[in-house]
């Protein structure tokens, strides 16, 4: 019988080591948390020990960053570095000795360490700049734990970007290098504060900025062991998450006391800066986050001996006033770092699928959309590379994962509460303008930039943004280039683009090909269909026999990838209808292509959110390929190809395509009649498609949503606020039915696309005001 979750958690909890020690000082921020329920014993590494990369593959969106090297490049202080094995009484013994007879002046140490950290931090940006030879070069010529850091930031963007194993185990073994390099520099830090001297920061305990280092590597480590194709290694990374959790918790809470403490001594009326909401009125939307240890936040004043530096001028106007910049470097990095690494971490928590939110309660994690935003936006007020990452974070959420998003606030009901469940339109161009002014080398805002131009229903200019300028010299982000350029020409309808850029794909990047070929096999299909509809006799016998090659070829490719210990959901999805194709083709006796029912394309759209993207004439194009006239099969077998959770699929498929239209009533006839009023079970079993009824339930509440934002003309005050709650209720209960679910092929996609509407929903009656 297969082990519990519980039962992996506790064994992991039995041979995962606890973490590293520091110096046993009372200024030190690795606090020990109080025991909670999923803390049942004091010593587990539970209780020392939440999710980016987890979230964005469990929803199969990738967010994130950039890629490879030879190991020759990795310095050779890495290379040669011993990783130290050695258990807890080891390094109590460490710090029992004392510290090392020297002769190293300790200001002049301290001194080099803030060199090191502006020389790294310089060299990380150009990885952002697409300058990645550079940046190795000028992170070879250090040998700080920050050098490293950098250096091994690199191989983690390659990793994550390209989901390639090689670059992932790569990235791993340099994060576990880092990670004890920054260890020592931590009790190295602390034993000099000891002794007297100053710390490297005015606002953090001695160590600080090594234990954000830490907490920065165990959070990639974190990522790439969710992307690792064990279970046990996701689990372990769910451990490191915590720990890192709780890191960042106890630094957030020590700034909160320091600014505290500061403005009981000065008096809070000599601040220097004040709440930004409160001093930049009509210019900026921008609040303080709430950091989970308080409501309030740390940061609403500064006190007045705090330096401020000039206003950067390659910031928006608009992005200075989130949050404050600080004039020692070290506090600058540690502040913009926590709240971008905290930042991540409560977003995405808050935005786990259903099943997997279930998984992750059991080991206590809780995200906070809200605050997580804020804090990405405090950190990247930041020019350096911690705010580029949030930044990243921020327009990737926007674009890429509200891009999913159905049921988001209202034009109408938009303000400020508003921003983590839809896109502040003016400030992400801003944030745009500012990134690219920053790094405007990099490609990954080119990309932004189409994404945007596709979510305002503009995709020929979307797709001629892509197809513009220099390519990145990384073939991570070139591969994201391509993938998107694909993904918006099949929307626009343009099948040899659509077939051009998904075959790219398979020659940059490994991670799915089985998806790329079904892909190029769908636009073939439709070039095939279109054809014979045009009666091109030759065109259609080439583009039929394209089809059948790299549709089978789709399902030959479909088998290798695990993710957590299981089929990609996309590429079982696609190995299945391959087999359903080729039974049906011998149960009919009809060549490959011709047993294909409803339009392959058209369901990928649907499955990618297409209609967010598409205007008046790709719909008119998307509903024309649905029609049973299409289809190539002999005309007395047509009927066999229209079964039920055929017509189910293409109903969700055309309602998505109505709802695009406003075309509501049309849209919830049409489900009502082709797949809710049918028995489920119809839709299940064998090579079913089971996603179709909780795809069209969701599909009901998002009908609903639309009507909310949109009651008859006429209705007074009552009136309307009456419709608006009906409606409302339609699309709770819908969404609620449809987040119950049982297990089904696509439950990971739709179930961030339920979680996030659930959101808007909890937002929406708060801002009204009415009672659950």
Not at 648 to 664: D, F, H, P, Q, W
Request: aromatic share 8%.
């Amino acid at each position: 019988m297969r082990a519990s979750l519980a039962d992996n958690v506790s064994r992991l909890q039995a041979l995962q080591p606890p973490p590293p020690n520091v110096a046993p000082s009372a200024n030190t921020t690795l606090i020990q948390p109080q025991p909670s329920q999923t803390d049942q014993k004091p010593d587990s590494p539970l209780a020392s020990s939440p999710v980016s990369g987890a979230a964005v593959r469990s929803g199969q969106c990738m967010v994130v960053l950039f890629g490879l090297g030879a190991y020759s490049n990795i310095p050779a202080h890495i290379q040669q570095q011993h990783i130290r094995t050695s258990g807890v009484m080891s390094r109590l013994a460490s710090w029992f000795a004392g510290p090392k007879a020297d002769d190293v002046d300790p200001q002049a140490e301290l001194a080099a360490e803030r060199d090191n950290l502006a020389e790294a931090m310089r060299a990380t940006n150009l990885i952002i700049n697409d300058d990645i030879d550079t940046a190795e070069t000028e992170l070879r010529k250090g040998s700080s734990t920050y050098h490293e850091l950098g250096t091994t930031l690199v191989f983690f963007m390659k990793a994550i970007l390209g989901f390639e194993k090689e670059n992932i185990n790569r990235a791993a073994a340099l994060l576990a290098q880092c990670e004890t390099r920054a260890w020592d520099d931590l009790r190295r830090a602390q034993r000099r504060a000891a002794g007297g001297h100053a710390a490297g920061g005015d606002i953090y305990p001695p160590g600080t900025e090594y234990e954000l280092v830490v907490t920065q590597t165990q959070l990639m480590s974190a990522v790439l062991g969710v992307l690792n194709e064990s279970v046990m290694e996701a689990m372990k990374s769910f451990l490191k998450l915590r720990r890192a959790y709780i890191t960042l918790d106890a630094i957030m809470t020590k700034e909160k006391d320091y600014f505290q403490k500061q403005r009981a001594r000065k008096g809070s009326s000599s601040a220097a800066v004040a709440s930004p909401r409160a001093s930049t009125e009509g210019k900026a939307v921008f609040s303080e986050a709430p950091t989970p240890v308080s409501s309030n936040s740390s940061l609403e004043a500064l006190p007045a001996g705090t330096e401020k530096l000039p206003t950067p001028a390659n910031t928006a106007p608009a992005l200075q006033d989130i949050d404050v910049e600080l004039a020692n470097p070290i506090d600058a990095f540690i502040h913009s770092g926590v709240n971008m690494c905290m930042g991540i971490l409560m977003l995405m928590m808050s935005m786990m699928p259903p099943a997997f939110a279930r998984i992750l309660s059991i080991v206590g994690f809780v995200g906070d959309r809200e605050a997580g935003i804020r804090m990405l936006w405090r950190s990247v007020a930041h020019p350096n590379a911690n705010g580029a990452f949030a930044g990243i974070m921020l327009l990737n959420f926007y674009h890429s994962m509200l891009g999913l998003v159905d049921i988001q606030p209202h034009e109408a009901d938009f303000d400020e509460s508003a921003e983590p469940y839809g896109t502040p339109q003016h400030k992400v161009a801003e944030l745009l303008a500012t990134m690219r002014e920053r790094f405007p080398q990099s490609r990954m805002w080119l990309i932004e930039e189409a994404k945007g131009l596709a979510s305002r229903r503009d995709l020929p200019a979307a797709i001629s943004a892509l197809e513009s300028g220099t390519q990145s010299k990384m073939k991570q982000v070139t591969a994201i280039n391509q993938f998107t350029l694909a993904l918006f020409s099949m929307s626009a309808h343009d099948w040899p683009r659509m077939r051009k850029y998904f075959l790219h794909c398979v020659e940059v990047n490994t991670w799915s090909a089985g998806l790329y070929y079904y892909m190029a096999g769908a636009a073939s299909l439709e070039l095939y269909r279109d054809a014979v509809a045009r009666g091109d006799a030759a065109a259609a016998a080439t583009e039929k026999k394209t089809a059948e090659k790299y549709l089978r070829q789709s399902g030959e490719t479909s088998t290798k990838k695990r993710f957590l210990a299981r089929q990609l959901p996309f590429e079982a999805f696609v190995q299945r209808k391959v087999h359903k194709w080729e039974a049906r083709r011998k149960a009919l006796g009809v060549d490959f292509v011709d047993a294909v029912s409803v339009s392959p394309a058209v369901e990928m759209m649907f499955a990618w959110s297409g209609p967010k993207w598409m205007g008046a004439a790709e719909f008119a194009k998307a509903e024309a390929c649905l029609a049973w006239s299409r289809l190539t099969v002999p005309a007395e077998k047509l009927e066999k190809l229209q079964e039920r959770d055929e017509l189910g699929v293409r109903a969700v498929c055309l309602a998505s395509i109505l709802r695009g239209s406003n075309r509501l009533d049309e849209a919830k006839a049409l489900l009502k009649e082709e797949v809710l009023s049918h028995d489920r079970n119809l839709f299940k079993g064998g090579q079913k498609e089971d996603y179709v009824v909780p795809a069209a339930v969701h599909e009901v509440a998002a009908i609903a949503w639309a009507e909310c934002g949109q009651p008859p003309a006429g209705l007074d005050a009552a009136a309307t606020e009456a419709y608006e709650k009906d409606k409302f209720k339609v699309c709770e209960e819908n969404l609620e039915k449809a987040r119950a679910w049982e297990a089904y092929v696509l439950d990971a996609r739709m179930g961030m696309r339920i979680q996030c509407g659930l959101a808007t929903l909890a937002w929406y009656r708060k801002k009204k005001g009415w009672v659950a």
